[in-house]
């Protein structure tokens, strides 16, 4: 029996000795060291998912009330679009504009027929800034 007590002390303190030799050396101090750095930045990553987490839940929140606020403006505008033109009458409205439009060509003797009747006229727009300017181009005759 004396053999077994002393296995088991000699045990005991086998084990007690590998575990002060693990904590009480320059390996294992760096292990903690490193350990301890590690826990450090899981914490930073931890805390910068929880805040990119909230910016995007604020921007949605944002987004949301925005989009909102575009909705109702279009029914606005549509609701007062719809009355204005059920008053007046968008048919007549239009019949209107086009026979002021037809009057005032017949008018124009400087209008669009002019400009259809001569378009050799018509030169592209030239360059005058200096010569050391950006828009300075070679002199030549437009065709």
């Given at each position: 029996?004396?053999?077994?007590?002393?296995?088991?002390?000699?045990?005991?303190v086998a084990l007690i000795a590998f575990f002060i030799g693990r904590r009480t050396a320059p390996g294992g101090r760096a292990v903690?060291?490193?350990?301890?750095?590690?826990?450090?930045?899981?914490?930073?990553?931890?805390?910068?998912?929880?805040?990119?987490?909230?910016?995007?839940?604020?921007?949605?929140?944002?987004?949301?009330?925005?989009?909102?606020?575009?909705?109702?403006?279009?029914?606005k505008v549509k609701d007062g679009s719809e009355r204005f033109v059920a008053k007046r009458g968008i048919e007549q409205f239009l019949?209107?504009?086009?026979?002021?439009?037809?009057?005032?060509?017949?008018?124009?003797?400087?209008?669009?027929?002019?400009?259809?009747?001569?378009?050799?006229?018509?030169?592209?727009?030239?360059?005058?800034?200096?010569?050391?300017?950006?828009?300075?181009?070679?002199?030549?005759?437009?065709?």
């Open positions: 029996m004396d053999i077994r007590l002393l296995l088991l002390i000699l045990g005991a903690h060291k490193l350990q301890k750095d590690l826990d450090g930045r899981a914490q930073e990553l931890a805390s910068y998912q929880q805040q990119m987490h909230q910016f995007m839940v604020d921007m949605q929140d944002e987004l949301d009330r925005v989009s909102s606020a575009y909705r109702d403006l279009q029914a019949h209107q504009q086009a026979a002021r439009l037809d009057a005032r060509a017949d008018n124009d003797e400087h209008g669009l027929q002019a400009l259809v009747a001569e378009p050799a006229s018509l030169e592209p727009p030239r360059d005058y800034s200096p010569v050391r300017g950006s828009l300075s181009q070679p002199k030549r005759a437009y065709a």
